[in-house]
């Protein structure tokens, strides 16, 4: 069966389960509240949060997690030690599905990939 095209995070929310839905809103939610400048919009198919185009973080639904990508793998590299008991990849990160958020680790890897885009 083919992955429906979604035209919005609110469609893209609206296919998901509760407990993935309520997380993933709430992760877009706290980054766009912590940063007015940023917006979110639906990108390769999936949630993503941005500014003026360049990609600050995208956060999809699995079957069993949550991923978050950084869209830097010199990020997640800087984060690898706050990332410990996380399954860590080149440029993302998996998250359970009822993650309780991190705050100061999503603020800070926002403004990790901010100044790195400056």
Not at 33 to 39: C, D, G, I, M, V
Not at 42 to 53: E, F, K, L, S, Y
Request: glycine share 2%; charged share 25%.
């Amino acid at each position: 069966m083919p992955t429906p095209k979604f035209s919005s995070v609110e469609d893209y929310l609206a296919s998901l389960d509760t407990t993935k839905a309520r997380t993933l809103k709430a992760i877009v939610d706290f980054i766009l509240a912590q940063f007015p400048e940023l917006e979110s919009k639906i990108a390769w198919n999936v949630p993503t949060i941005h500014r003026d185009g360049k990609y600050i973080a995208g956060i999809d639904a699995h079957k069993n997690h949550l991923t978050l990508s950084a869209w830097s793998p010199h990020i997640i590299d800087a984060f690898k030690p706050r990332l410990e008991g996380y399954v860590v990849f080149k440029n993302c990160f998996q998250l359970p599905i009822d993650w309780e958020i991190d705050e100061a680790l999503l603020k800070d890897l926002v403004r990790a990939r901010l100044a790195e885009l400056e």
